[in-house]
């Protein structure tokens, strides 16, 4: 029998390359969905996908019921993530009560039913937001600055508690920013300003920064899977190439078929302008270097990138086009 693999959060973005991994390599995914309302377009995108859980809101009334059948290993994507314009209350509460309860309830409920495993999707940023000299890695004092951030860190101090009073292991995976064919958000708006040649007021801050292509990120988690060195152990995962923000935008702007177009600003000018605004964080990232070491992956599993930066690239710039034309 294949083993089961329950996929929390399996309709977004990097959820979509985990059970299409999933099914490449072997396992038997389950997907594990908020309602059940997104299980057609899930099943449609997704060959070979036939299992589905309705786990609920897992911050407010998860529902376990029958997820945990058959299932040996948990990866758990679902989360609240970054919100534009969060209208909650307490948004540190809000991040809280589905990052740090919802995370710390499904994984006693999956020791409670056996699973021998969780792989748990945490984020650079519980490392903190920027890097200076040298690559955030795996031992360095956490230091998350946002609420997202520290509701990540929270829930990664839970869960080795839980593996410490039940046994179940646990796999800690930072990554950087995921591209990759239906990425969403800043890089989505990225490459639109890009495509339609809007000259960009970037200086040059020759600043480094690590990303990670979702299919990249979707084989490292599927290795966390099963491999026994990824047991109660934490990863920094990239590509391996860092870029500046300006050579990220020259080669997607090649990719796209397109000519980068700059600005001659001064850092100094742009960084004031984002400050009348209050856009400073804004900037920060691309302006600013936010590195990690992923030698921990490569040595302690044997891992290696399939995909490289410029191949995932291209396949981003296929899809946006290919996107654009069904719009149009």
């Known amino acids: 029998m294949r083993e089961g693999v329950l996929v929390t959060g399996a309709d977004g973005f990097v959820g979509k390359a985990v059970c299409r991994r999933l099914l490449k390599t072997g396992y038997a995914p389950r997907a594990g969905l ?4 997104l299980w057609p377009a899930l099943h449609e995108a ?14 407010a009334n998860p529902n376990f019921n029958g997820a945990f059948e058959n299932v040996a290993v948990v990866v758990h994507l679902a989360a609240r993530v970054h919100i534009m314009h969060d209208d909650a209350v307490d948004p540190r509460e809000a991040y809280r009560q589905v990052n740090v309860d919802g995370t710390v309830a499904l994984a006693r409920a999956a020791a409670e039913q056996g699973v021998r495993r969780m792989v748990f999707v ?3 940023k519980v490392n903190g937001e920027s890097t200076s000299g040298r690559p955030f890695m795996e031992g360095d004092p956490p230091d998350p600055q946002d609420s997202y951030a520290v509701s990540k860190w929270e829930a990664e101090e839970a ?12 796999a800690i995976v930072r990554p950087p920013l995921a591209y990759g064919p239906g990425v969403r958000a800043n890089f989505l708006r990225l490459m639109r300003l890009v495509e339609r040649g809007v000259p960009l007021p970037l200086p040059d801050t020759k600043n480094r920064r690590s990303l990670i292509g979702v299919e990249n990120l979707a084989d490292f988690l599927v290795r966390c899977v099963s491999h ?3 047991a109660n152990e934490t990863f920094m995962v990239s590509d391996g190439e860092d870029v500046s923000t ?10 796209l078929g397109r000519s980068a177009r700059f600005l001659p600003v001064p850092e100094f000018a742009v960084r004031f302008a984002a400050r009348l605004v209050g856009k400073e964080a804004a900037v920060n990232r691309l302006l600013g270097s936010l590195a990690v070491n992923s030698d921990k992956a490569r040595q302690r599993l044997g891992w290696k990138p399939p995909v490289t930066l410029d191949s995932g690239l291209a396949a981003t710039a296929r899809w946006y086009l290919e996107s654009s034309r069904r719009l149009a």
């Open 34 to 37: 908020l309602s059940g309302a």
């Open 159 to 170: 869960l080795r508690s839980v593996a410490a009073n039940t046994g179940l292991e646990i």
């Open 246 to 255: 300006r050579e990220l935008i020259a080669r997607l702007a090649r990719a």
């Open 228 to 230: 026994p060195e990824a």
């Open 122 to 124: 945490s984020t650079v």
């Open 46 to 59: 997704t060959p070979g996908l036939s299992e589905f859980a309705v786990l609920g809101d897992l911050g």
